[in-house]
Nanobody, 119 residues
Framework: QVQLMESGGGLVQPGGSLRLSCTSSGTTWGIDTMGWYRQAPAPGKRRELVALITMGGMETYSEFLKDRTTVSIDAVQRTVSLQMNKLRSEDTATYYC???????????WGQGTLVTVSS
């Protein structure tokens, strides 16, 4: 089992920046990739990819955020961070940490951290 815990969410003004972090614990040796998804609060909104990064540092970004976000990883500690800049009201969402690995029997999710972009 793997446990993921996010931190760093909160209220930020439009145009501001925020850094999210996610620590992992448990049987983490099998993790190959970590990253972030988000789900906006509006009814019917699906969880969507924000960014992924492999233990080797290969990054994948969603098109709508790639110019404003940077994902980073500590492959030894199995922690992942997300730096978000120039935030907009439409970035308001619950951000979920994610982990997967070929040797793992399932993918793992954190409980989420709420980011609210509002003046």
């Amino acid at each position: 089992q793997v446990q993921l815990m996010e931190s760093g969410g909160g209220l930020v003004q439009p145009g501001g920046s925020l850094r999210l972090s996610c620590t992992s614990s448990g049987t983490t040796w099998g993790i190959d990739t970590m990253g972030w998804y988000r789900q906006a609060p509006a009814p019917g909104k699906r969880r969507e990819l924000v960014a992924l990064i492999t233990m080797g540092g290969m990054e994948t970004y969603s098109e709508f955020l790639k110019d404003r976000t940077t994902v980073s990883i500590d492959a030894v500690q199995r922690t992942v961070s997300l730096q978000m800049n120039k935030l907009r009201s439409e970035d308001t969402a619950t951000y979920y940490c994610y982990a997967e690995g070929k040797a793992m029997t399932r993918n793992y999710w954190g409980q989420g951290t709420l980011v609210t972009v509002s003046s």
